[in-house]
């Protein structure tokens, strides 16, 4: 079957992905809004997200450090369209 929309499917992978990361590095953090946008570089893959950014300013912590643990969640999860999980750039 050929899908209608690849992009989309790739983005809400990444969505549920990141979400169920999210919940297993920080329990209990409610994040409204988990926005992906095009790097400003193409070495720091197809899609990235700054929420480690706004993180950092809640939890006191390296942006650098808590995109690190998200990204080990994210590299024990199966995925059926990423290829693979990076902590790249600031965070």
Known sequence: MISENPFGEVRRECEAALSKALELTLPGMRIEDLSFEKPPNSAFGQLASSICFELA???????????????????????????????????
């Open 57 to 91: 300013k809640k939890q006191k912590k390296s942006p650098v450090v808590l995109a690190q643990n998200l990204a080990d969640a994210l590299s024990a999860q199966e995925f059926t369209l990423l290829r693979s999980v990076a902590c790249a750039g600031g965070g």
